[in-house]
């Protein structure tokens, strides 16, 4: 016989899960969404019922969570954002467990490279300045001189992370030059800091992503000084004026210097060199003021040219200038005027014509301008004899001079200088003396004269005397007498003027009338004349006119006193 049997064996959980694949590999972009598919892992389990059921978990390998794993059918999806410069891949170790009690669990392991998943890079960043945005050089380098290093970084790979550099603006003078590649920038000219101290150069980093990114910089390029600029004088001839009599420190002028260096190179120090008359002077070191050591006197020196007046910078080595300074020293009123005599005699002739100069004063002030432009006067009274011009100094009369009424004048002169402010003056004695001309007449202190002659009148003895004088001096004044008719019995002595008889009477009834001339000694003498009437007692005196009638003109104007 025969029979059919079946046996079913049941099943135990025995096997393990087992994944499709032993490695999975894929890449995605940073830009991947969360929630994104990315991989689908698929493990079995020979085992039947729900042995064979497996589900999925990542074990390891995520500890920031940016992945989840559908625990039913294996589908790893993104979780978070991903950024592939944060990490650039991730290796996921995956279990696949069945439903068993206990479970049996397969994985895919780190070390076998089980599931990784590589970020791939996008340009997604910027590239990022890393150098300084300060950097300094001297104005003295070379062209060609490497004055900062320009540095760049970008997180992006491969092209996406190369950095290019340029300058945008700033460089309009083309002082510099950038290596794009490098990032080196370097002198293309000569700098001058006097022209140009600081650059700001606009500078670009761009990476070569599509499209590109970039970034932009300012680099401050400091231009630092060198001591290659001389102080020059805002002026090279400085022109001034101070008061003569000044007490020393009186302020005198201020001279300015410009340095275009900087710090030590464009601090300036004033001096006075060595030279004529520098001692009279003090200069400020610091302030380039002048000032005086001691009182200036205009009279001694007027001007002064100081040609040493120089300045130089504290730079190493120091850099100097010098300037020229013309100083006028301007006058004070601090001289009287002086006459070259401390008094003045002169002897004139009475007979000068009104308006003679007899004198030329002068006096000399040593001070300028009006202070030292003199005037002339006169105190004291002149009696209206002598006047003196103002201007020139010359003293001339004013009327005829009489020496017989005044042979002498005593008075003051005065020279006075213009200034207008406290004028002074020098006083000065003028004596004249009035010399003596032949202006006058002798005169008879009687006229006529009456002389009674005795009968018993000797021979040679004196019977009258006439008298005259002359008021003019020495022989102009000398008088000598005469008798006009010589053939007489009287004689006169012609230095006394006795009148003397010669010879005896011839009568009793005797009586004679005589002319008597008085003359001076001058070169052209003067004469007067005068009547002796002489007479006995016995003759009556009888006194008649020569003439019943006299006439005479007279020129009109005549001048008084005149024959």
């Given at each position: ?11 135990i959980n025995d096997n393990h899960p087992v994944f499709e694949q032993a490695v999975y590999v894929t890449s995605i972009s940073s830009h991947t969404q969360p929630g994104t598919e990315i991989i689908n892992v698929v493990a079995t389990d020979r085992d039947l019922g729900i042995y064979e059921v497996v589900s999925y978990r990542i074990s390891s ?503």
């Amino acid at each position: 016989a025969q029979a059919f049997v079946r046996i079913e064996i049941e099943d135990i959980n025995d096997n393990h899960p087992v994944f499709e694949q032993a490695v999975y590999v894929t890449s995605i972009s940073s830009h991947t969404q969360p929630g994104t598919e990315i991989i689908n892992v698929v493990a079995t389990d020979r085992d039947l019922g729900i042995y064979e059921v497996v589900s999925y978990r990542i074990s390891s390998g995520d500890p920031h969570g940016r992945f989840s794993v559908d625990p039913q059918f294996g589908i790893i999806r993104t979780k978070k954002r991903l950024d592939h410069e944060t990490q650039s891949e991730y290796t996921l170790s995956i279990a696949a467990e069945d439903c068993g009690i206990p479970p049996l669990t397969s994985s895919l392991m780190l070390d076998s490279l089980a599931a990784k998943i590589v970020i791939l890079d996008i340009n997604d960043n910027s590239p990022s300045f890393t150098s300084s945005p300060l950097s300094y050089v001297m104005e003295d380098v070379e062209v060609g001189f490497l004055v900062h290093h320009i540095i760049a970084k970008d997180p992006d790979e491969g092209r996406n992370g190369e950095v290019t550099y340029h300058i945008l603006s700033g460089n309009e003078n083309k002082a510099f030059v950038l290596d794009e590649i490098t990032g080196l920038l370097t002198t293309a000219r000569f700098l001058d800091r006097e022209i140009q101290d600081c650059y700001n150069l606009t500078v670009v980093a761009v990476d070569d992503g599509s499209p590109a990114l970039s970034t932009i910089q300012v680099l401050t390029i400091i231009v630092l000084d060198v001591n290659d600029e001389t102080p020059i004088f805002l002026k090279q001839h400085y022109e001034t004026a101070v008061r003569e009599n000044q007490d020393p420190g009186e302020f005198v002028i201020k001279v300015e210097a410009v340095d275009r260096d900087t710090g030590l190179n464009s601090l300036l120090r004033y001096e006075i060199l060595p030279g004529a008359g520098y001692e009279n002077f003090k200069m400020n070191q610091d302030s380039g003021e002048l000032v005086t050591t001691v009182p200036l006197d205009r009279e001694i020196q007027e001007v002064f040219s100081i040609k040493g007046n120089s300045c130089h910078d504290l730079g190493s080595p120091s850099r100097s200038s010098t300037a020229q300074l013309y100083l006028t020293v301007l006058d004070e009123n601090d001289h009287n005027p002086s006459f070259a005599e401390t008094q003045y005699q002169i002897s004139v002739r009475e007979d000068l014509e009104e308006g003679s100069a007899i004198l030329d004063l002068f006096a000399s002030d040593k001070d300028d301008g009006l202070n030292g432009e003199v005037m002339y006067s006169l105190i004291d009274d002149t009696f209206g004899a002598f006047a003196i011009d103002s201007v020139t100094g010359s003293i001339v009369t004013t009327k005829a001079l009489d020496r017989e009424t005044k042979s002498q004048y005593t008075f003051r002169a005065v020279a006075s200088d213009c200034s207008t402010h406290l004028p002074r003056s020098t006083t000065v004695s003028v004596v004249v003396h009035i010399d003596d001309v032949n202006d006058n007449d002798p005169f008879f202190f009687e006229n006529p004269i009456r002389a009674f002659l005795p009968a018993e009148t000797h021979v040679n003895e004196t019977i009258a005397t006439v008298r005259a004088e002359d008021m003019d001096l020495e022989s102009n004044g000398a008088v000598v007498f005469s008798l006009m008719v010589t053939e007489t019995v009287f004689q006169i002595d012609m230095k006394t003027g006795d009148i003397i008889l010669q010879e005896p009477l011839a009568s009793k009834d005797f009586s004679t009338q005589l002319l008597v001339t008085a003359s001076d000694q001058g070169i052209s003498p003067r004469t007067a004349t005068a009547m002796v009437i002489i007479f006995t007692e016995e003759q009556e005196e009888k006194i008649s006119f020569s003439r019943s009638l006299y006439e005479a003109s007279v020129p009109e104007n005549s001048a008084a006193g005149e024959y």
